[in-house]
């Protein structure tokens, strides 16, 4: 590899940016291609969303994407259920809870913790197109800040945790502070793939499943 592509190949992965090294297996010439100049259901952009470097005809696809993340709003019991899931599927998992009763590292061993309200912290954290963020709270004081800078983000996924009625409710409030019906649409909510969970751990594999749903094939 020329050092000039290297170099540029080093700079995505620092700043997050997905990115293919392409490289023609017979006359060896590479360049990279951004993930967002990949066609849509081109091989390329299969090999992005599947995180899976392929050879497609006289192409080798050397995928680079940056790690997944996932941002929970809520250091209740049900994240408690979702990280180990999320960290055995490859996520960097990050818990926001600014009720320091709540977000201790007793309850939450080894995790990136920060007993912060959301607008304090995520301005920084950059929610791109590898995050997925879930607010779990059930306080709009909490989870509406977390979801208004989720929606003006890149997030491949957001999810809210409540009832039909209660997102209802979540929704009017978000609209009334000016995102749009497509905007809002993004919010999954209630949260999870439909699989008739009871307890916590259930809906942990609910919001997993449905995360990993939006990420390969995406949400419709």
Known sequence: MKKELLDQLVAARRARRAVALVSDVKTGAQRLVAADEAAPDSDLAQAFRFDKSALVGDEFFQIHNPPLRLVLIGAVLIAQSVIPIARATGYDVTVVDPRGAFATGARFPDIALHAEWPQDILPGFGLDRRTAFIALTHDPKIDDEGLDLALKSDAFYIGALGSRKSHAARLARLKARGFD????????????????????????????????????????
């Open 181 to 220: 019906e497509a905007t809002l649409a993004r919010i999954r909510g209630p949260i999870g793939l439909a699989i008739g969970a009871v307890g916590a751990p259930e809906i942990a594999i609910s919001i997993m499943a449905e995360m990993t749903k939006a990420l390969r094939l995406g949400l419709t």
